[in-house]
């Protein structure tokens, strides 16, 4: 597959017969489903999970979200969505990219960005980055 950046943070979907809308193609709010969950899987693999958010009362959260659905999936479709953090400014702010490859044809169907930014749990208001999050986000940028 041809990936946008190296080193991607895959997982493999499959439109079912729930997300599937009225013109007969994958319903855009399901790929917004599939990459809130493969952005946690990826914070999980990378060692930062929900129960570490609440025990640091810090989260990343979504500030800006942008999807660009370029061609439409269908039932049964094997697909692969892929995830990688691409920017921080070490302090406050993050960039997590996605892209959904359809297996056939290893054509791109859907790119998506989201500007993350640090928030304090307890509150919702921006913070800095905690220490572990440095360690472990930035580590996992590409460029």
Known sequence: MVWDYPNP??????????????????????????????????????????????????AMAIRRADYDYLLPTVLGEELTLATWLCASDGKLTMERRFQL??????????RGHWDLVCIEVSSA???????????????????
């Open 125 to 143: 208001r921006v913070r800095r980055m905690p220490a572990e999050f440095c360690a472990v986000y930035l580590a996992a940028l590409v460029s």
């Open 9 to 58: 943070f895959t997982q493999p979907a499959v439109p079912q017969a729930a997300d599937i809308d009225g013109l007969q193609h994958t319903n855009n709010a399901v790929y917004v489903q599939w990459c809130e969950r493969i952005g946690w899987a990826h914070s999980e693999a990378l060692g930062l999970s929900l129960a570490d958010y609440q025990r640091l009362d810090r």
């Open 101 to 110: 490859i359809r297996a056939h044809d290893q054509v791109t169907v859907l």
